[in-house]
């Protein structure tokens, strides 16, 4: 099945990259597998964390292989990943407030946001990345996520979960850090990996370094935010009441 | 797998088609692990909008590898994918409408019609889509399309549901959007891919890039239509009564 190509054992971004696919696999299977003995309020919740890491690890698997192959960071995969697990993680803020009033109306807005978020991000990224007008798209891709920011941390979540059990209203705090720092790594990846990248300014000149170490610490946050997330989700379904 | 060539960042059609297939899969798992969480009458519908994306997802698998490896449209598949799909949608309509009266004639009827528009339209599309008789075919195509948009607006599917529950009503009515203008995305494709498409007339002249065209939107519009069919379908059975 691999290819058996000799793999450095100092390649680090191949190792990051067999972690971070067996690791998402894993945490599929145990999540799709808690399922059945969540409480019935909490199911569909520890199901869509199931489907967000499995949607991950399939994304993985190719990223891989991708990145074996060509030597290539797997841009196109990691949009392709992101543009179905980041709305379901607005899902996940959406079906944790629902019990409190959480209205339809803000899981579109949710999902738009993030959606408007990671096409001019991969505009930015992927189309024009050697353009200084990459840091248009960037830029415009941050208010989006900004937006985000500010609905879980001060908007309309934050409000339904303060208005919820305590359980509730910790998972969404917790989530909240997620939010905002964990998944900060990958506009500050942004900035690093592409020319122009802040406000049209170049920082790093050694790009192929630099794309490795993007892909690294990708790996590494991409496990911790997804992984992590879903964790968060299956305490709260785990908790009493 | 995925035999490994290089993808270029902006072969959007190739984009979707990896989206897609992983939300159609994403969405089969949903459904089928639903199904044990949902209330009995409803179970067999939730399962067939797991077989329906999972028919699809099997089938974007093909399409993909098929456009990465031949940059053509993959009409051929698109057509398998649909002579099975499209049929499972009219049993969704059955079924719901099942506990009001629903007879299995009207279940034949439905079937009847959708399989005479795919195959008139595939005759149209596939056998002779460069010969300006490829229009009767669409029309004909046409009449069958607009004879189920009927049953589902005016006939017997919408008599049934009016008699049925208020759940069901809505449902009935938000899934007749669906077919009208969810699914007209499929005529107005083979109108603009297809010499001739409308009444002998071509609308289009560069070929290529509309069939590169009709991918992207196909790809985006299957994924709303089986998905959101699908979940309309779920949220009928996670309604009380
Ligand atoms: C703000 C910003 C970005 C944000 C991306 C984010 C926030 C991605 C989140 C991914 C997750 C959460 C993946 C799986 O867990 C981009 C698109 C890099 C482009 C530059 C500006
Ligand atoms: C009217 C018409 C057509 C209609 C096709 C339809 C309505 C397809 C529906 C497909 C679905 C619903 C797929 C999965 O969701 C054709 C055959 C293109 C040929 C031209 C005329």
Redesign the interface.
């Given at each position: 099945?691999l290819d058996i190509k000799p793999i450095a054992t100092d390649n680090y971004v191949a190792f990051t990259f067999f972690v971070g696919t067996m690791a998402m696999m894993a945490a599929a299977v145990f999540f799709?597998m808690e399922?059945?003995s969540t409480a019935?309020q909490w199911?569909?919740s520890v199901?869509?964390s199931?489907?967000i890491t499995?949607?991950a690890a399939?994304?993985y698997?190719?990223m891989r292989?991708?990145n074996l192959?060509?030597g290539?960071s797997p841009?196109?995969?990691r949009?392709?990943?992101w543009?179905?697990t980041v709305p379901?993680m607005c899902v996940e803020f959406y079906l944790i407030t629902k019990k409190v009033g959480a209205k339809v109306g803000l899981l579109w807005k949710l999902i738009f946001a993030s959606v408007v978020m990671l096409v001019t991000g991969y505009i930015g990224e992927?189309?024009h990345p050697e353009e200084t007008v990459s840091w248009v798209w960037g830029f415009v891709s941050g208010l989006a996520y900004f937006y985000i920011v500010y609905l879980v941390w001060f908007g309309d979540v934050a409000k339904l979960a303060s208005a919820a059990s305590p359980a509730v209203n910790s998972a969404v705090k917790t989530l909240g850090w997620f939010v905002l720092v964990g998944w900060a790594i990958y506009p500050l990846g942004y900035i690093l990996g592409t020319k122009g990248g802040l406000f049209g300014m170049e920082l790093v000149t050694d790009r192929a370094a630099a794309k490795a170490a993007m892909d690294i610490v990708y790996n590494i946050g991409d496990a911790i935010n997804k992984i992590g997330f879903g964790l968060v989700i299956y305490a709260l379904s785990r908790s009493e009441k």
């Amino acid at each position: 099945f691999l290819d058996i190509k000799p793999i450095a054992t100092d390649n680090y971004v191949a190792f990051t990259f067999f972690v971070g696919t067996m690791a998402m696999m894993a945490a599929a299977v145990f999540f799709f597998m808690e399922t059945s003995s969540t409480a019935p309020q909490w199911r569909t919740s520890v199901l869509v964390s199931g489907l967000i890491t499995f949607i991950a690890a399939v994304h993985y698997y190719y990223m891989r292989g991708y990145n074996l192959d060509t030597g290539d960071s797997p841009t196109f995969f990691r949009y392709v990943d992101w543009l179905l697990t980041v709305p379901l993680m607005c899902v996940e803020f959406y079906l944790i407030t629902k019990k409190v009033g959480a209205k339809v109306g803000l899981l579109w807005k949710l999902i738009f946001a993030s959606v408007v978020m990671l096409v001019t991000g991969y505009i930015g990224e992927a189309i024009h990345p050697e353009e200084t007008v990459s840091w248009v798209w960037g830029f415009v891709s941050g208010l989006a996520y900004f937006y985000i920011v500010y609905l879980v941390w001060f908007g309309d979540v934050a409000k339904l979960a303060s208005a919820a059990s305590p359980a509730v209203n910790s998972a969404v705090k917790t989530l909240g850090w997620f939010v905002l720092v964990g998944w900060a790594i990958y506009p500050l990846g942004y900035i690093l990996g592409t020319k122009g990248g802040l406000f049209g300014m170049e920082l790093v000149t050694d790009r192929a370094a630099a794309k490795a170490a993007m892909d690294i610490v990708y790996n590494i946050g991409d496990a911790i935010n997804k992984i992590g997330f879903g964790l968060v989700i299956y305490a709260l379904s785990r908790s009493e009441k």
